[in-house]
């Protein structure tokens, strides 16, 4: 059962470009949602999270938009870069101790075309 | 300050045999946790050891066995091998009171190939 599903599976994105890429949930036992950065070769690097009280956070380039009545979270990369091109996930954890861990969706490859 | 180190980087095995990965968390970091990825797949939690005891488990089988040394590094035994264990093997350290909304900073994973 897969509780985190992501799209789209592959982007491409012209330099400049938002990318965007969204995620739906079905546990509403999750209460923080963090996104994945992975490199090829790498482990996946933690780029930005959010909790489920506020509707956007923003670092940077990277915006996640959270709509807790629909169960769904989003990753926005503004002014997308080439160095942007890597596998995204987003995850999903209960943070009270559920018996799960993180909980992937099944990753977004980017491109970003220069 | 050396991140997350893991060993081997590959390893191809053949149905049947045993094998076992190993971790060494981030210095200062107390917590190691497990995840199994499939090619093209997002990484899936196998289990967490903390004070060298299985904290949290995921739905991996009995065959998925793990231990943690007073170090903190850990190691991932895995028996009677399967071709569907072939996947990349990520370690993740953190810290206890943290670990699951802290930063989890992981390995870059051990390449397992079964044939």
């Known amino acids: 059962q897969q509780q985190v599903k992501q799209s789209p599976q592959s982007l491409i994105v012209q330099k400049g470009g938002i990318s965007i890429i969204n995620c739906a949930y079905e546990?509403?036992?999750?209460?923080?949602f963090p996104w994945y950065q992975q490199f090829p070769g790498k482990g996946p690097a933690l780029l930005i999270a959010?909790?489920?009280?506020?509707s956007e956070k923003k670092e940077g380039r990277f915006t996640i938009s959270f709509n807790k009545s629909a169960k769904q979270f989003s990753l926005h990369i503004m002014d997308s870069q080439p160095g942007d091109s890597a596998t995204y996930f987003c995850?999903?954890?209960?943070?009270?101790?559920?018996?799960?861990?993180?909980?992937f969706g099944k990753g977004t490859h980017l491109i970003i075309q220069p | 300050d050396a991140g997350v180190t893991q060993s081997p980087t590959h390893l191809i095995k053949t149905r049947g045999q045993q094998v076992t990965l190993r971790c060494s968390p981030k210095s200062g970091h107390d917590t190691v946790s497990w995840y199994q990825q499939a090619l093209g797949q997002g990484p899936q939690f196998i289990f967490q050891y903390y004070e060298e005891e299985e904290r949290q488990r995921g739905n991996f089988p009995d065959r998925f066995s793990g231990h943690q040394f007073p170090n903190y590094s850990s190691e991932l035994n895995v028996n009677a091998l399967l071709l569907g264990d072939s996947a990349l093997y990520l370690c993740?350290?953190?810290?206890?009171?943290?670990?699951?909304?802290?930063?989890?900073?992981f390995g870059p994973g051990t390449r397992l190939t079964v044939l």
């Open positions: 546990n509403t036992a999750f209460d923080y």
């Open positions: 995850a999903a954890v209960n943070s009270g101790g559920g018996a799960d861990g993180l909980t």
């Open positions: 959010i909790r489920p009280d506020v």
């Open positions: 993740a350290s953190s810290l206890v009171d943290t670990w699951s909304t802290d930063t989890q900073y």
